[in-house]
């Protein structure tokens, strides 16, 4: 599913995000990322997701090399990846509903289609009750269901997690987890970075940890060769 190839990220200003990173993730496998604030983990996230491209090494994501893609087919590729980031992104002058709908509205889905595709998102995540609530009146934690219900409304094969529990308190967290291990048993291929190490052991499933741009601890399948 991701191969990183020895891939190393340089910002303009020398700044080295990145440095010699190799890992393989399986289709359908779900690990962490760990590390210090600024040791590379949301670099990771975006070069996988097409946000960023390394400097230097190779990108697979699904036997697809990221470095060379066009810039016409990334939108393609984006549609097998769900995005979740810490502070939501939610657009607040827009119902629930229309928030978790936008990425169908988007890929140009009929409207019967994207009604229901929203509506099991939402229930997926126990929000089906909120759909006509602004996220404004919703708690942290509520909104960040609903972030996760829009990353998922198109059926990725992949879920990305930057810090999706950073702002909410143990109980909430463990069930924002709990969502995404619900996700990883139906064949959906999960990756998720956090600080929060006590809850990651908790879960046994394989981190990858950063420091300072480069991996010192990994859990995952050796890169094949």
């Known amino acids: 599913m991701i191969q990183f190839h020895n891939i190393t990220k340089r910002y303009p200003g020398?700044?080295?995000?990145?440095?010699?990173?190799?890992?393989?993730?399986q289709a359908g496998e779900m690990a962490f990322l760990t590390g210090h604030s600024g040791a590379g983990k949301s670099t990771l996230l975006k070069i996988i997701s097409l946000i960023e491209k390394p400097t230097r090494g190779q990108a697979i994501l699904n036997q697809i090399?990221?470095?060379?893609?066009?810039?016409?087919?990334?939108p393609y590729i984006r549609r097998n990846i769900g995005?979740?980031?810490?502070?939501?992104?939610?657009l607040f002058d827009r119902t629930v509903f229309d928030n978790?709908?936008?990425?169908?509205?988007?890929?140009?889905?009929?409207?019967?289609?994207?009604?229901?595709?929203?509506?099991?998102?939402?229930?997926?995540?126990?929000?089906?009750?909120?759909?006509?609530?602004?996220?404004?009146?919703?708690?942290?934690g509520e909104q960040q269901r609903v972030g996760i219900a829009r990353a998922v409304v198109h059926k990725p094969m992949?879920?990305?997690?930057?810090?999706p529990t950073g702002n909410l308190d143990p109980v909430l967290s463990r069930?924002?987890?709990?969502?995404?291990?619900?996700?990883?048993?139906?064949?959906?291929?999960?990756?998720?970075?956090?600080?929060?190490?006590?809850?990651?052991?908790?879960?046994?499933?394989?981190?990858?940890?950063l420091n300072r741009g480069k991996i010192i601890h990994n859990d995952l399948e050796p890169v094949d060769v």
């Open 175 to 209: 069930e924002i987890m709990q969502i995404f291990i619900d996700f990883h048993q139906v064949g959906v291929t999960v990756l998720v970075a956090s600080h929060d190490l006590s809850l990651i052991e908790e879960l046994q499933k394989p981190v990858v940890t």
């Open 83 to 90: 995005f979740i980031f810490q502070d939501h992104q939610l």
């Open 65 to 74: 090399n990221l470095n060379n893609l066009p810039n016409s087919r990334i």
């Open 14 to 25: 020398g700044y080295e995000a990145l440095n010699n990173v190799s890992l393989n993730l």
């Open 158 to 163: 992949l879920l990305l997690a930057d810090e």
């Open 100 to 140: 978790v709908a936008l990425p169908l509205i988007i890929q140009g889905y009929h409207h019967t289609e994207i009604a229901r595709r929203t509506r099991a998102a939402l229930d997926k995540v126990g929000l089906l009750h909120k759909e006509k609530s602004l996220p404004i009146t919703l708690s942290g």
